[in-house]
């Protein structure tokens, strides 16, 4: 009974510490006029959704003119930057665009700074981009309406609005506002707004560095959802955002936003306004609302520099918990002290000793390698099962799937503990478990500050909740001191479970299940009840029964998330193909990049093989291919229209044009050649070297019907081959091609349905 009662109280401490980071319910459009509506926010959605908009496209231009025409009606005077952009992303990929951005100003009433709120309008070639980045564009439009016709004070600082062009392709926009644009020239406190799937909280998962102040400001919003943990993760990845080349200026400073579960949807065609959750509108505009109004308000210029350091923060019982990160140390050496006088006190009592506690701690390392293996077995066994998950970093419909893994570290976890505890002991298991957790917190404060508080926090309340326990004269007292310091671990890591699932998918299910798994090493006390006392004779059956019934829980989880998530029409299984033409020797080829090619994409490719050399905007190694029928499609080409030496340095003017209407051109020089010194393409200068290429290129998106206007300096006076790609999208005009049946969908990625021809010139 007490164990029930206890498992209850901490389940229901979950439930709510969850529920504290859900999305708020959307609000209808008769609110008042100075609220953000994700009804009113909505209406731009579905106008801007009805089509895919790919930089350069006329459905591109059709989305900005509608933009253009909304902020008009607000009073505003919207401008569009027409020049081009450069790759800033963290990988020079030598990508370039030709841009249109929106820019819009609200002036100040007493300026003492420039607040900037940004979105992007540009979709992928497949997707109607309804969620990414729909979703961003109309909070924004919707702040722009509230701030000049909600009635109210105007904002004291100058609100810039950024519709930035050409995200998908190149984060060539945002780029281009920086480096080109006025406005991107002045001090700023920079807000993006994203969206990677089309539900779940708006979570705050970027800033930049010295964020304290920012964070100060963050925490007065209506719903704030946000981890420092998150913050460490992000700058450890190559994932990019617009907010990227804002923060390799030191001028900016900022925050990014985006709600990212439902990620089946990204990139995908099924990105529609049907697929959008509006809760998670709601939850983008209130946040979005209230921070450019906090900010216009404020005093910017010291917002605009950094802090002095990061702040630590997390969701805890319904409020933005934060402090200093010079806290972060004393916090992990406190918790290691604690953690040693819990030690000693229950060594006083003969409940443990100090080598029973060391092997507890060790012992603690055996579930969490073991969770992580199993979460991940799990997702190689469900793709195993059903080819189409390998593509996708989750499930469409993933919430069964998410039950199962957190039943299944409760399976390992139980399990462990019952061949332990008879062993070593209950009292070295729970101290050596909050050992663990005290070591992580300054393994953690050394590597990820921001992440420490995950683990020193339980560890340091578990244990002050210990020495309590000891005590305590009352077993009642006692348990209910147990579950207190177990409860306060669980508001401290249940909602980082529940944001991490959606951030990492299940195809890095080990990355929750850890969280979950130190969730449990931190209640190991309320385990505890589950089991006969160690004093009384041994029952394998009732000693097992805790740890069979959370794995029963895991499969029949499992099962109904396989049955529930099952190919239909509205979610297709996911699949990617290309066609590839090489017009040097006039044959073609059907490309996949999926690892286990599923039954209707093996009709087209059944071989492997490299192709990056040939059409290097494709990645190195195997790729999966298929002989196809060499279509009547021209090659781009390149003219020469100067050619001067001077030296050993030859300088090349050309136009390099395609004969279709394609969505990118690109060029590239020999694999190991690193003769271009320099090179400027329609007037900017492009990268010379591609490192993880081994040669010079350049992706141009959205280019000049006529061609582009490109100058090349090389060293040396010799021939120079380059290889010419362009790229167009749809396969259904090519001979040999089917279109695929209802429950067949396309793979969301920058090549899917991609038509690329390639010819290779010597100049």
Excluded at 206 to 233: C, F, K, M
Aim: with cysteine.
């Amino acid at each position: 009974m007490v164990a029930a009662v206890v498992l209850v109280v901490l389940a229901l401490v979950a439930a709510l510490g969850i529920a504290d980071v859900q999305p708020p319910s959307a609000r209808p459009a008769s609110i008042a006029a100075g609220e953000f509506s994700a009804a009113r926010a909505f209406e731009h959605v579905g106008r801007m959704g009805q089509e895919v908009h790919v930089t350069g496209s006329p459905a591109a231009d059709r989305v900005r003119q509608y933009i253009i025409d909304t902020l008009t009606g607000y009073g505003l005077k919207p401008e569009v930057q027409d020049t081009v952009g450069v790759n800033a992303g963290k990988f020079g990929d030598g990508g370039m665009a030709h841009v249109r951005n929106v820019v819009a100003v609200l002036p100040g009433t007493g300026s003492t700074g420039q607040v900037v709120l940004m979105a992007h309008y540009d979709s992928v070639q497949v997707s109607f981009g309804a969620n990414d980045d729909g979703a961003g564009t109309s909070t924004l439009l919707e702040v722009a309406r509230a701030l000049t016709q909600g009635g109210g004070a105007k904002p004291r600082n100058d609100i810039v609005f950024v519709f930035t062009d050409a995200e998908e392709a190149c984060l060539c926009g945002a780029e281009a506002f920086v480096s080109r644009h006025p406005l991107g020239q002045r001090q700023s406190v920079v807000l993006n707004f994203e969206a990677r799937g089309s539900s779940g909280p708006a979570v705050m998962f970027q800033t930049s560095e010295g964020n304290a102040d920012l964070i100060d400001v963050y925490a007065r919003t209506p719903h704030p959802v946000g981890t420092s943990l998150a913050v460490e993760v992000y700058r450890l990845l190559s994932n990019d955002t617009d907010f990227t080349p804002f923060l390799a200026q030191t001028r900016f400073t900022g925050l990014n936003t985006a709600y990212i579960d439902g990620s089946s949807v990204y990139h995908s065609p099924f990105d529609r306004p049907s697929t959008m959750n509006r809760a998670s509108l709601q939850h983008h505009g209130d946040n979005a609302l209230a921070l450019a109004r906090e900010f216009g308000r404020a005093d910017l210029p010291p917002l605009m520099r950094p802090a002095s350091g990061d702040a630590v923060y997390f969701p805890f019982a319904g409020l933005l918990v934060r402090y200093p990160a010079a806290l972060t140390w004393p916090l992990a050496i406190l918790a290691l002290l604690a953690v040693a006088a819990l030690t000693l006190l229950a060594r006083r009592r003969g409940l443990t000793s100090v080598p029973r506690t060391l092997a507890g701690l060790g012992l603690a390392l055996v579930p969490l390698i073991a969770v992580a293996v199993a979460a991940q077995l799990l997702w190689t066994v469900l793709v195993a099962i059903r080819p189409g998950y390998g593509e996708l970093l989750d499930p469409a419909r993933p919430t069964w799937f998410r039950f199962g893994v957190v039943a299944l570290a409760a399976a390992v976890l139980l399990g462990w503990y019952a061949l332990s505890r008879r062993r070593i002991g209950p009292v070295p298991l729970a101290t050596g478990a909050l050992g663990l957790l005290a070591v992580l917190g300054a393994l953690f404060a050394a590597a990820i500050p921001g992440g420490s508080y995950l683990v020193a926090v339980p560890a340091l309340v578990g244990s002050v909740a210990g020495i309590a326990a000891l005590y305590a004269r009352h077993p009642l007292v006692k348990v209910g001191l147990l579950t207190l310091g177990a409860a306060v671990a669980t508001l401290v890591l249940a909602p980082t479970v529940a944001l991490f699932f959606p951030a990492l998918g299940l195809a890095t299910g080990a990355a929750p299940a850890l969280f979950a798994m130190l969730l449990g090493l931190a209640a190991l006390p309320a385990v505890e009840p589950l089991f006969r006392a160690t004093t009384a004779p041994r029952h394998r059956r009732l000693g097992s029964a805790p740890a069979v019934a959370a794995l029963v829980v895991a499969l029949v989880c499992t099962t109904t998330g396989m049955v529930a998530d099952n190919w239909d029409e509205g979610h297709p299984e996911p699949t990617h193909l290309m066609y590839a033409l090489d017009r040097d020797t006039g044959t073609a080829e059907w490309v996949s990049l999926e690892q286990s090619p599923g039954a209707w994409t093996s009709a087209y490719v059944h071989g492997h093989q490299q192709l990056n050399r040939q059409f290097p905007v494709l990645p190195a190694g195997e790729l999966s291919v298929g002989p196809a029928e060499a279509a009547n499609l021209p090659a781009p080409e390149a003219t020469i229209l100067s050619d001067e030496t001077a030296g050993d340095r030859r300088t090349l003017h050309l136009r390099i044009a395609s004969k279709r209407d394609v969505r990118f051109l690109s060029f590239y020089g020999e694999v190991g050649d690193h003769r271009v010194v320099s090179a400027t393409v329609e007037g900017r200068s492009a990268t010379t070297y591609i490192e993880d290429q081994d040669r010079f290129g350049v992706v141009f998106h959205g280019p000049p019907t006529a061609g582009l206007d490109v100058t090349l300096v090389l060293s040396g006076t010799g021939a120079y081959k380059l290889r010419l790609v362009d790229g167009s999208d749809g396969l259904t005009s090519l001979p040999g091609f089917t279109p695929r049946p209802p429950t067949v969908g396309v793979f969301g990625s920058h090549s899917s349905e991609l038509l690329a021809v390639a010819a290779t010139q010597t100049l």
